[in-house]
């Protein structure tokens, strides 16, 4: 009756071990389970923020091309102004020497051919070679 006892307590041994391996199988199982959802879960947030961040940069991107647009835009405005503004300064000096220019004409034109000779012979006495003065 003991070896009886004994083979039946080694029987509910191994009922007993069976069934902690089947709950510690069903235990790892649920483990897997959460861990692969959470992956997947990870996965699935990680595929969300790589878009959301390449949209954030496309709109950077557009941001800045639209600046650098604007910019050159600006800067041809700058450049046309500062042309014309010294287009406009180059125009009142040279309108300027043109009046002071009519002013000297006119002032030689009143003189007497006799000065104006006097004044010639005098210049070219002075440029021409060998002569002293």
């Known amino acids: 009756m003991?070896?009886?006892?004994?083979t039946q307590a080694a029987a509910r041994a191994q009922i007993a071990g069976e069934l902690l391996l089947t709950?510690?199988?069903g235990m790892e199982n649920d483990i897997l389970t959460t861990i692969i959802a959470?992956?997947?879960e990870i996965r699935e947030r990680?595929?969300?923020?790589?878009?959301?961040?390449?949209?954030?940069?496309?709109?950077?991107?557009r941001e800045?091309?639209?600046d650098a647009t604007l910019e050159a835009e600006r800067l041809g405005s700058s450049v046309q102004q500062a042309v014309a503004a010294a287009r406009g300064e180059a125009q009142e000096r040279a309108d300027a020497v043109m009046r002071r220019a009519a002013t000297r004409a006119e002032q030689l034109d009143g003189?007497?051919?006799?000065?104006?000779?006097?004044c010639i012979r005098m210049?070219?006495?002075r440029i021409t070679p060998g002569q002293s003065q």
């Not at 003991?2 to 004994?6: E, I, K, R, S, V």
């Not at 595929?47 to 991107?61: G, K, P, S, T, Y």
């Not at 003189?111 to 006097?118: N, S």
């Open 38 to 40: 959470a992956e997947r």
């Open 46 to 61: 990680l595929a969300v923020e790589e878009q959301r961040a390449a949209e954030m940069l496309d709109n950077l991107r």
């Open 2 to 6: 003991a070896a009886m006892l004994d």
């Open 23 to 25: 709950r510690e199988s």
């Open 123 to 125: 210049h070219l006495d």
């Open 64 to 66: 800045l091309e639209q």
């Open 111 to 118: 003189l007497a051919d006799e000065t104006l000779e006097r």
